[in-house]
């Protein structure tokens, strides 16, 4: 049997990935790393609220986001200045995965066939539900929760059935309470709360 010095063993390892597979050139690759994926809304609120202290509006969407906050400002900016007049909407545009002219076409569908849903252009333009489907998670809603009133544009384009999406409500308004500008958006989202 033949020994193997430390020099000999060391070149072996290093000579292999650890992570090779069967064609692979051997190069290591690092992955990047989405920071929004492990970030909790109160983290990101504050994030943004620390950073853009006078844009309010922005701070609860910007949080139940998926976005990274330069590619949050930057559509929020880009939509600005082509819709002005939508500044209601601005926020839910830069929260979206939309570009521009999707969701324009989508908030002008709702605004067109349902004028009475005015306060949830936004919801259903940056939400992934066809407008069928938004209205019917709208109703179903209207219909069985009387008490999330305020929120039933938030529930209509969430992936969040209506369980989830009540509880995620009222965990945050029993744990946040003062951030009442945030209920309808963490319970939206599926971001985890706080660490």
């Known amino acids: 049997?033949?020994?193997?010095?430390?020099?000999?063993?060391?070149?072996?390892?290093?000579?292999?990935?650890?992570?090779?597979?069967?064609?692979?050139?051997?190069?290591?690759?690092?992955?990047?790393?989405?920071?929004?994926?492990?970030?909790?809304?109160?983290?990101?609120?504050?994030?943004?609220?620390?950073?853009?202290?006078?844009?309010?509006?922005?701070?609860?969407?910007?949080?139940?986001s998926n976005q990274p906050i330069n590619k949050f400002m930057e559509k929020y900016y880009q939509i600005k200045a082509a819709y002005p007049a939508l500044s209601a909407v601005h926020g839910y545009y830069a929260a979206s995965d939309y570009p521009l002219e999707t969701f324009s076409k989508r908030y002008y569908e709702l605004k067109t066939l349902y004028p009475q849903l005015a306060k949830h252009y936004g919801n259903y333009a940056a939400s992934k539900h066809a407008l069928n489907e938004f209205v019917e998670r709208y109703n179903a809603i209207k219909a069985s929760a009387k008490d999330l009133l305020e929120y039933y544009g938030h529930f209509a384009s969430s992936e969040n059935t209506l369980a989830d999406f009540s509880d995620r409500y009222y965990a945050i308004k029993t744990s946040y309470g003062d951030l009442k500008n945030c209920f309808g958006e963490y319970a939206m989202s599926t971001a985890k709360l706080a660490d």
């Open 1 to 64: 049997m033949k020994t193997l010095s430390l020099l000999s063993i060391l070149f072996l390892f290093t000579a292999i990935p650890l992570n090779a597979q069967p064609g692979s050139t051997g190069k290591i690759q690092k992955k990047k790393i989405d920071s929004t994926n492990t970030e909790t809304f109160i983290t990101r609120y504050y994030q943004i609220r620390d950073s853009y202290p006078a844009l309010t509006m922005l701070h609860a969407l910007y949080a139940a």
